[in-house]
């Protein structure tokens, strides 16, 4: 871990990847702890702690899948972080500044007979062989986009696909999204917007990780664009209010995210907590809240793939309010 900047007050802090962690932990020491208003820089490995990176090959992992990716590093996660003063019930408020990719980035389709793909599961036959393409991040950060073939150019759109802060109680493999946040897989947990977290641990121990150069809704083969990122976030915290799972703030607007082993289960959650959210924080009735989702609001698949837990996240308008107020 590289510190800088020692004095509070909205200082730039930096934490580095030398050391990371691949399990959400009650009890965690901190490798940093922050004041409200501190601006830190996170440097984050790969989704696959860079396994993935050529020279492995798709008949690498057709063939020798589980020597060459160790499944206990993936999904590694920078921290944690405390937040001086974070208390049990408090909320912790994650400006997202800035998301750097660097390094390789790779997308990947794990061999057929892997059990945890949404599609292969039933469509085994029409994805006969596992398959990997990398990328050169710096340049694609330069560029702008990739190049997935000649024809074919998508814009980098960096965003985190882990963030969370430490559970109530137990310890949690990285994999799947929980009420903590986690592997959302959100593509909004992006630039310009601000992720807020329930604080279950004094100090909040904020980690993240699993960066993507850029991810559909859906997350649809099992992985975005893995890569290396430096992310820079503020952090805030809410004392005294309470949130039943992660919410996101864009310019335009707010979300309720959450999680289950169905996506009818994971958006009945999501719905709820938007329902419970416009009674308790906009004023309206209950009836009213309902009405106003289906009017207004949108329900979004995040991920297919963090088995065991899908998600779901419902997001409304903010214009529709005057004036919005989280």
């Not at 992006?190 to 993507?212: C, E, I, M, R």
């Amino acid at each position: 871990m590289n510190e800088q900047g020692a004095k509070a007050g909205g200082k730039l802090r930096h934490v580095g990847s030398e050391v990371v962690h691949s399990r959400w932990k009650a009890d965690i020491d901190p490798v940093l702890t922050t004041q409200p208003g501190d601006k830190v820089m996170i440097e984050c490995r790969d989704g696959f702690d860079g396994q993935a990176n050529p020279p492995v090959t798709g008949h690498d992992l057709d063939t020798t899948l589980y020597s060459t990716i160790d499944f206990r590093r993936v999904a590694p996660l920078t921290g944690p972080i405390a937040m001086q003063g974070a208390q049990p019930g408090d909320v912790l408020e994650v400006r997202v500044l800035d998301i750097i990719p660097f390094g390789t980035g790779t997308v990947v389709i794990f061999p057929s007979w892997v059990d945890n793909d949404f599609l292969l599961n039933e469509q085994r036959l029409d994805f006969p062989d596992a398959w990997v393409r990398s990328f050169d991040m710096d340049a694609a950060w330069k560029d702008g986009f990739i190049e997935l073939t000649p024809r074919t150019r998508i814009p980098l759109s960096p965003m985190m696909g882990m963030l969370g802060t430490a559970p109530a109680k137990g310890e949690f493999i990285t994999n799947p999204p929980r009420d903590f946040g986690g592997n959302m897989d959100v593509k909004d947990v992006a630039k310009g917007n601000t992720v807020y977290l329930p604080v279950f641990q004094p100090g909040a121990l904020l980690s993240t990780g699993d960066g993507h150069g850029m991810q559909g809704d859906g997350e649809m083969c099992t992985t975005g664009l893995e890569t290396p990122v430096r992310v820079t976030v503020e952090l805030h915290l809410h004392g005294g209010r309470s949130i039943p799972g992660p919410q996101i703030e864009s310019p335009d607007e707010f979300m309720t995210v959450s999680y289950g082993r169905t996506l009818d289960q994971a958006a009945r959650r999501a719905m709820r907590y938007m329902i419970d959210y416009l009674v308790e924080r906009q004023g309206l009735d209950s009836h009213e809240a309902y009405a106003f989702l289906s009017l207004a609001g949108d329900l979004r698949i995040n991920q297919v793939v963090d088995f065991p837990h899908v998600g779901v996240r419902v997001a409304i308008p903010k214009s529709c309010f005057d004036p919005w107020e989280w």
